[in-house]
């Protein structure tokens, strides 16, 4: 079994992902690739570029690195997991091909329609002046998705035809996302809960961590622009059949259409629903753990985090899951992995943002931390870095209050105490995070 691992990335999932290694009986040597000022308490933060394949490969056979986690998603899209694989070294993460369900989401939709899945109905447009002449004979609110992974910013929900046309122009005339933006997608726009779905798999077996929820807008009720995630819950309740539903109606047919295909896929698969009416669909794929979704879903698991990953990335995913029950009196039926969830316990984080994010935002603020952090609650690292021996802020997501209990108002309260324990110039944060009850369109 794998005892040195690393992690790649610098946000909040991955100071998440390394605080659960570094829980695991196997006490793991860790090394966190670039990492933040939260991973260095629990592992060595290598300064190692991830987009540099040859530099990650070069450091894991030097330090004989046993498992790489890849955090973030461009280094997958770009295929950092086939050139670790091509040097035999163990990796949790998919291969160009897979991560292709997040870097091309016109693709994604192929998979979903060759699946059998229910997904809003789109059109996908390279041009301005066709995806302009397309907005005469539809009907608003629409969503429009810059076609490749633009850090959750690329989508915006459009109500009025002045905000469709700026950001149709934003995408493909002034190219603010870069190429990920040179095609988009307008979407018809559905209504309902949101809910995300993290899928481990080795291609083979599967299992479902708990289902969480984000809050994506940067304002409270659902208001502003769309972030990166604001804060989010774990577990949220499923009534009646859902969790079945979600299970075979889309888990199932997805991971086999991935095989019909011939589609290689060891790591997570994020699988973001909306729950209409009418049953839930598919809003998007991403082909890594969710942020901040991570955060509050891996502190419910039960058992190794180590083993886990280690064993999915091996290709050995079924004989693991052997090891674990159905999830108890309290856990979720017909949900598979129910088991790898403690579902007596809740988890909730507060993501504490710097004025002006998700546009230019402020940098370089001392960060006061809380004096009191504990195993019910604890701060996550995201946008910060030592500055001449100071910690400060530096991205537009700063850090992420976690807090835990054994029901949902507790581990807010916990989450909320420590953010307001928490200080910096600029500090922003929504006060509803698990709290709104409200619809979201998407
Ligand atoms: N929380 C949304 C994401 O990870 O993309």
């Known amino acids: 079994m794998a005892r040195k691992v690393l992690v790649i990335g610098s946000g909040g999932r991955e100071h998440a992902i390394v605080r659960q290694l570094a829980l695991s009986p196997r006490e793991p040597v860790i090394f966190a690739a670039p990492g933040n000022p939260g991973t ?9 570029d991830p987009m540099d394949s040859d530099s990650v490969v070069d450091f894991c056979l030097r330090e004989a690195v046993d498992l790489v986690i ?16 091509r040097a035999e070294i163990a990796v949790f993460g998919p291969g160009a091909q897979g991560a292709r369900l997040e870097g091309d989401k016109e693709f994604a939709k192929e998979v979903l329609a060759s699946a059998g899945v229910p997904t809003p109905r789109y059109h996908s447009f390279s041009s301005s002046r066709a995806a302009l002449k397309h907005l005469d004979n539809i009907d608003l609110p629409i969503v429009i998705k810059a076609c490749g992974a633009a850090q959750g910013k690329g989508v915006a929900v459009c109500s009025v035809r002045d905000e469709a046309e700026a950001f149709i122009r934003e995408c493909l005339d002034d190219q603010r996302f870069g190429g990920a933006g040179l095609r988009i997608l307008i979407e018809e726009c559905i209504f309902g809960p949101e809910l ?11 299992c479902l961590l708990a289902p969480s929820r984000d809050h994506k807008r940067i304002g409270e009720n659902d208001t502003g ?16 059949d859902l969790a079945e539903e979600i299970d075979t109606r889309i888990i199932l047919p997805v991971l086999a259409e991935l095989r019909r295909r011939d589609i290689p896929y060891r790591g997570v698969l994020y699988v973001g629903l909306m729950l ?10 991403n082909c890594r753990f969710g942020d901040p979704e991570t955060q509050v879903v891996l502190p419910l698991l039960e058992g190794d985090f180590l083993e886990l ?5 091996a290709g050995k995913l079924g004989g693991y899951l052997q090891g674990f029950a159905d999830g108890g009196e309290k856990g979720l039926e017909n949900w598979p992995g129910a088991g790898m969830t403690d579902w007596s316990r809740h988890c909730v984080v507060v993501v ?29 690292h995201a946008g910060t870095k030592n500055r001449d021996q100071e910690l400060v802020t530096s991205g537009g997501r700063v850090l992420g209050a976690v ?40």
Request: no cysteine; aromatic share 6%; proline share 7%.
């Open 40 to 48: 260095a308490a629990q592992a060595t933060n290598v300064d190692l």
């Open 403 to 442: 807090g835990t209990g054994s029901d949902l108002a507790t581990a807010r309260k916990s989450a909320y105490d420590l953010l307001n324990d928490t200080h910096f110039e600029g500090l922003i944060y929504r006060r509803d995070i698990a709290a709104a009850k409200g619809e979201n369109r998407g």
């Open 352 to 380: 504490g943002a710097s004025d002006g994010y998700p546009g230019n935002y402020l940098k370089d603020k001392a960060i006061e931390l809380p004096g009191s952090e504990n195993e019910h609650g604890w701060i996550i």
């Open 276 to 285: 209409t009416r009418s049953g839930p669909q598919v809003l998007e794929f």
């Open 225 to 240: 622009p769309n972030t990166g995630g604001m804060g989010a819950f774990a577990p949220v309740p499923l009534p009646g």
């Open 196 to 206: 995300s779905v993290l899928v481990v798999t080795d291609g083979q077996s599967y």
């Open 309 to 313: 990953s280690a064993s999915t990335a």
């Open 70 to 85: 890849i955090g973030p998603e461009d280094p997958l899209i770009a295929g950092l997991a086939d050139h670790l694989h």
